[in-house]
């Protein structure tokens, strides 16, 4: 068997963010880099993984850094990441994303929708969310344009599936 690691964790979010900042240039600063730590911490490394992700597309597509981090932040501070409903969003955008092409952005996007429901809605609006995005695609005549299609049909439901 092998040993297990009892730093483990620490070791895997100071990896987390050692890659963001040094690696991939992000400018997490010391506040979202705490937040990162402690909200982390309980977490498993897939949930760990899936967060990163997330917060990594937070910079991909605003103005300023301090847009990326504040929408960072703020995907953190939904109430439902801290412990077991994340490893719950894990397996659904999984299981999301065997289904449907998810482009950068789209992982935040879910997140700050999904994370925010219960575990049994989620599964629903995962569920319909593929369904959406795949009638939408099928319906799109350009082969081009299904992706684009399905996204922007999948994406209307889950604005709407939130309120």
């Given at each position: 068997?092998?040993?297990?690691?009892p730093a483990?964790?620490a070791?895997?979010?100071?990896t987390?963010?050692?890659?963001?900042t040094?690696?991939?240039?992000r400018p997490?600063?010391?506040e979202?880099?705490?937040?990162?730590?402690?909200?982390?911490r309980p977490?498993?490394r897939?949930?760990?993984?899936?967060?990163?992700?997330a917060?990594d597309?937070?910079?991909?597509?605003?103005?300023?850094?301090?847009?990326?981090r504040?929408?960072?932040?703020?995907l953190?501070?939904?109430?439902?990441?801290?412990?077991?409903?994340?490893g719950?969003?894990s397996?659904?955008?999984?299981?999301?994303?065997a289904r449907?092409?998810?482009?950068t952005?789209?992982?935040?996007?879910?997140a700050?929708?999904?994370?925010?429901?219960?575990?049994?809605?989620?599964a629903?609006?995962?569920?319909r969310?593929?369904a959406?995005?795949?009638a939408?695609?099928e319906?799109?005549?350009?082969?081009?344009?299904?992706a684009?299609?399905g996204?922007?049909a999948?994406n209307?439901?889950l604005?709407?599936?939130?309120?």
């Amino acid at each position: 068997m092998p040993a297990v690691d009892p730093a483990g964790p620490a070791r895997d979010i100071d990896t987390i963010i050692e890659v963001m900042t040094q690696q991939v240039g992000r400018p997490l600063g010391d506040e979202l880099i705490g937040l990162m730590r402690e909200t982390m911490r309980p977490m498993s490394r897939q949930a760990r993984a899936d967060l990163a992700a997330a917060i990594d597309d937070c910079f991909e597509r605003v103005e300023s850094e301090q847009a990326g981090r504040h929408q960072a932040t703020e995907l953190m501070r939904e109430p439902v990441t801290q412990g077991e409903a994340l490893g719950s969003f894990s397996e659904a955008l999984e299981w999301i994303t065997a289904r449907c092409s998810l482009e950068t952005g789209d992982t935040s996007y879910l997140a700050k929708h999904l994370m925010l429901m219960s575990q049994p809605a989620m599964a629903s609006a995962a569920e319909r969310y593929v369904a959406t995005w795949q009638a939408a695609a099928e319906g799109e005549p350009a082969l081009h344009r299904r992706a684009n299609a399905g996204r922007r049909a999948a994406n209307a439901f889950l604005r709407g599936a939130d309120q």
